[in-house]
């Protein structure tokens, strides 16, 4: 069975410090990985994702991830963090199965909150 | 353009009201899905509707009745609702790959009275 794990219900770092939310994973075929952020009282925005090819992925607002298939992780990262990225952060998986069932459904962590203190 | 949009924003409905949320794309996905999410948890997924057909249905209760009149737009139906349905709905789009990114609106915010 697909699933994602967040080891952390909370990150706290210092403004301009680097941030690390860690994401680990479980599929049966090949997965394609994805990072949303959640503001309070809003929707999901996307971020990043990785399908194939390069392992180290950028996205939106500063953010990359690196694709660990060894270790079945994708840890999304910030090379200095604002206060502004203060938020709740959520890893995803589909894997290849295909579309349609639960197979092909998108399967979320539990999200890490992200506190970055000035 | 990315933006799905949902109408309204809050609701507050009583257990005997019938109330609709509607919830619109214009990117040409022809995936649409709700989702419900309560505080501080992920989204679970709710239904799925595919080139306007629905399939998925995540053991929903009757009283949640989504719909779909074009590829566009998607509907879901409220009635007797419960106070624990107090959730977001979120509303998502996408196309039909499993590589394809979903989409999200800025949800309603429902409250059961």
């Known amino acids: 069975a697909q699933s994602v794990a967040q080891p952390e219900d909370q990150v706290n770092v210092a403004e301009g410090n680097p941030l690390t939310v860690k994401c680990t994973y479980s599929?049966?075929?090949?997965?394609?990985l994805f990072w949303y952020v959640q503001y309070p009282n809003r929707g999901l925005q996307f971020l990043l994702k990785?399908?194939?090819?390069?392992?180290l992925v950028k996205g939106s607002y500063g953010f990359e991830a690196e694709f660990n298939k060894s270790q079945t992780s994708f840890h999304l990262k910030k090379p200095s963090a604002l206060v502004s990225d203060s938020a709740l952060y959520f890893c995803?998986?589909?894997?290849?199965?295909?579309?349609?069932?639960?197979?092909?459904?998108?399967?979320f962590g539990k999200g890490t909150k992200l506190s970055v203190k000035p | 353009d990315t933006e799905v949009t949902q109408t309204p924003k809050h609701l507050v409905m009583g257990m005997t009201n019938k109330k609709s949320l509607k919830c619109e794309q214009h990117?040409?996905?022809?995936?649409m899905y709700w989702y419900k999410q309560k505080a501080k948890k992920p989204p679970e997924l709710m239904f799925v509707?595919?080139?306007?057909?629905?399939?998925i249905n995540e053991s929903v209760p009757s009283r949640f009745s989504p719909e779909c009149p074009n590829s566009s737009l998607l509907n879901l139906h409220l009635h007797a609702l419960q106070p624990e349905d107090s959730a977001l709905y979120l509303c998502?789009?996408?196309?039909?790959?499993?590589?394809?990114?979903?989409?999200f609106g800025p949800g309603t915010r429902l409250t059961v009275l």
């Open positions: 995803a998986v589909r894997d290849d199965a295909g579309y349609g069932g639960s197979q092909g459904n998108l399967i």
């Open positions: 998502a789009s996408s196309q039909l790959g499993s590589a394809d990114t979903q989409y």
């Open positions: 509707y595919s080139y306007e057909k629905l399939s």
């Open positions: 990117m040409g996905h022809r995936a």
């Open positions: 990785y399908i194939t090819g390069d392992n």
């Open positions: 599929v049966s075929g090949n997965p394609y």
